[in-house]
């Protein structure tokens, strides 16, 4: 079965960084898309990042354009999200997503908080 389990969240300092790595199981990794999201206290799942099975094209939201990075490994079937220069308003539950055969996955999420 399909499986995303996120890891490398904590606590960290404005201005600091943390990298999240997801890693992926029960499909072929290197075909699909995989997207990272994040929910904020008191506000809706949003998107943050994306990187196509092709040819790796990314994308984001505005507001960690930048400053985050997404990257893929398909050897190791893992996704990664760099997030540099960090802002409390980063602070959220971080989760790993894919949509394989027409279901969407999600991992079990992770969090990420952004404190002096």
């Known amino acids: 079965q399909v499986q995303l389990v996120e890891s490398g969240g904590g606590l960290v300092q404005p201005g600091g960084s943390l990298r999240l790595s997801c890693a992926a199981s029960?499909?072929?990794?290197?075909?699909?898309?995989m997207k990272w999201y994040r929910q904020a206290p008191g506000k809706e799942r949003e998107l943050v990042a994306y990187?196509?099975?092709?040819?790796?094209?990314?994308g984001y939201a505005d507001d960690v354009k930048g400053r985050f990075t997404i990257s893929r490994d398909n050897a190791k079937s893992t996704v990664y999200l760099q997030m540099n220069s960090l802002k409390p308003e980063d602070t959220a539950i971080y989760y790993c997503?894919?949509?394989?055969?027409?279901?969407?996955?999600w991992g079990q999420g992770i969090q990420v908080t952004v404190s002096s």
């Open positions: 997503n894919t949509l394989v055969r027409f279901l969407e996955y």
């Open positions: 029960g499909f072929i990794f290197s075909v699909y898309t």
């Open positions: 990187i196509s099975s092709a040819r790796g094209s990314t």
